[in-house]
């Protein structure tokens, strides 16, 4: 008889996807939703926004010790950001991979932050790194109600 497929079924997942304001400031919202879409994540909520300085020193707690923290900050809160929640087939790895490095001199070509970053912190996009942190930073910023899958 043939081999058993032991695969694992790809899951369906949901990630939290920020467009950052070195990209709205360059008009790059639709032409990064474009990299998503064929890549196959649907966009199952969206919204533009402005960040207060609370609320990207909440998101980005986990970094606070950290050197760039200060200057991430007042990067995030300086102007219009995009949050949106992708959907598909292991969407979190998916969208890390459609993003590529956080240094885009290290990105992979191809990869959103190879086309349009600017440098390590103006990188154009955030992305979950894991499928919890994923549900604690979508829960951040949407309703349930306000994603439609
Ligand atoms: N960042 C920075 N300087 C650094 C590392 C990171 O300004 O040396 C910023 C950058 O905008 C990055 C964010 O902090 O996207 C979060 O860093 P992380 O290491 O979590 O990278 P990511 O998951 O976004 O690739």
Redesign the pocket.
């Known amino acids: 008889g043939s081999t058993p497929d032991t695969r694992l079924p790809m899951a369906t997942e949901r990630t939290l996807s920020i467009i ?1 304001p070195d990209a709205t400031r360059r008009n790059l919202t639709g032409r990064i939703n474009a990299k998503f879409e064929e890549a196959g994540l649907r966009i199952v909520a969206q919204k533009r926004i402005r960040l207060t300085k609370d609320q990207a020193e909440a998101f ?1 707690g986990v ?1 606070k010790e ?1 050197p ?1 923290f200060a ?2 900050v007042s ?1 995030m809160t300086s102007g219009p950001v995009v949050v949106q929640v992708l959907e598909g087939d292991d969407a979190v790895a998916r969208n890390r991979a459609i ?1 590529g ?3 885009p001199r290290k990105a992979e070509a191809g990869t959103i932050r190879a086309e349009f970053a600017e440098d ?4 154009s996009v ?2 979950s ?1 894991a499928a919890d942190t994923a549900a604690q930073e979508i829960a951040f910023f949407f309703a349930g109600v306000e994603i439609v899958g």
Do not use: S
């Open positions: 950052k980005y970094h950290r760039f200057g991430l990067f993003m490095a956080t240094d390590i912190e103006a990188n955030h992305g790194d």
